[in-house]
């Protein structure tokens, strides 16, 4: 038997492809259900984000800590500082990106297919290549959200501005540096969220593929809750993977876009700051928020966009 086949034949039947999608009906839909998703995991984003931040003497340095603080001053709003911004800029962001990788993802299968390889690692290629391509693309409107979006979630902690929103951020940070910083740490953030955007995505792909070869038996059509519980595995695997090998680049971006012109730090300082105070393992500040955030927004996220994807396929 063509176990190989087999199981193509099996993924194929779990997978739509960008040319079978109602775009129109993907992009209006997809904004409403990725929207529901951010307000529902947008507080875990303000808890590592602040945990990135403190500095050594913060009292607020653990999770639960965080949580409490916030839930004090500010009531539940205290969970959902910059969420205003981050919506607004996320409906461009998510069409770009969703954009870039369904075409290039294409585009990589059919360049790595002549090969002879194994279907999990043609997908890591094809998957990872489209997660990197889709993140560069983003990154010119997704940075400056970015940095507005954590200076209000950090804003009054750890003895950082307040602000009164969004578009006070944005007049005090061009008043002192111009548009460039609207884009500070944006190198960072391309070398952070690109490799990020690459390994969920390839370990995805790859995950999906190798799970399916232990379940399939090569008979019956896949079950709609196999599909889901496979697709939530490899959204699991795919953020353990990514928030172990880039949470150190991702505090640094961080501590770099949330400090104010009068005490701004080069990356070469915030390294040495983050090492004198913590050591090490002051890179990984925040590394559970972070697993737990990338694991739940990408597990959620996957399971929202592969119901999206089947929801506006085009009728055969």
């Known amino acids: 038997m063509d176990t190989a086949g087999t199981h193509r034949q099996t993924f194929g039947q779990t997978e739509i492809n960008w040319d079978k999608l109602d775009k129109t009906k993907f992009y209006v839909v997809g904004a409403g259900i990725?929207?529901?998703?951010?307000?529902?995991l947008y507080p875990i984003s303000v808890v590592k984000t602040r945990m990135q931040v403190a500095s050594h003497d913060a009292v607020e340095r653990s999770a639960?800590?965080?949580?409490?603080?916030?839930?004090?001053?500010?009531?539940?709003?205290?969970l959902y500082r910059g969420f205003g911004t981050v919506v607004t800029g996320a409906i461009p962001t998510r069409v770009i990106?969703?954009?870039?990788?369904?075409?290039?993802?294409?585009?990589?299968?059919k360049t790595v297919e002549p090969f002879k390889l194994s279907e999990p690692t043609k997908a890591a290629i094809a998957n990872g290549a489209a997660g990197m391509m889709a993140s560069l693309c983003t990154q010119a409107v997704f940075v400056p959200v970015d940095v507005v979006s954590q200076?209000?979630?950090?804003?009054?902690?750890s003895g950082h501005a307040s602000y009164t929103g969004g578009l006070d951020v944005v007049r005090k940070v061009i008043k002192a540096d111009g548009?460039?910083?609207?884009?500070?740490?944006?190198?960072?953030?391309?070398?952070?969220?690109?490799?990020?955007?690459?390994?969920?995505?390839?370990?995805?792909?790859?995950s999906q593929r190798f799970i399916w070869r232990h379940l399939d038996d090569g008979i019956a059509a896949p079950s709609g809750r196999n599909i889901v519980l496979v697709q939530a595995a490899g959204g699991i695997i795919a953020g353990a993977t990514a928030s172990c090998i880039t949470t150190p680049l991702d505090t640094i971006k961080t501590r770099l876009q949330v400090m104010g012109q009068e005490n701004r730090p080069s990356a070469r300082q915030v390294v040495r700051n983050l090492i004198a105070e913590d050591g090490w393992t002051g890179f990984y500040r925040g590394l559970g928020p972070r697993f737990v955030s990338m694991s739940a927004w990408g597990t959620s996220m996957i399971l929202a966009y592969e119901y999206l994807k089947r929801m506006c396929s085009k009728d055969e």
Do not use: N
């Open 34 to 40: 990725f929207s529901g998703v951010t307000v529902a």
């Open 64 to 78: 639960v800590s965080v949580i409490k603080g916030l839930l004090k001053t500010d009531g539940i709003p205290g």
């Open 97 to 109: 990106f969703l954009t870039a990788l369904e075409t290039t993802k294409v585009a990589a299968y």
């Open 151 to 157: 200076r209000l979630m950090v804003q009054g902690y």
């Open 179 to 206: 548009i460039r910083g609207l884009y500070r740490g944006f190198g960072l953030s391309v070398i952070t969220y690109s490799p990020s955007s690459a390994v969920w995505w390839a370990s995805y792909g790859a």
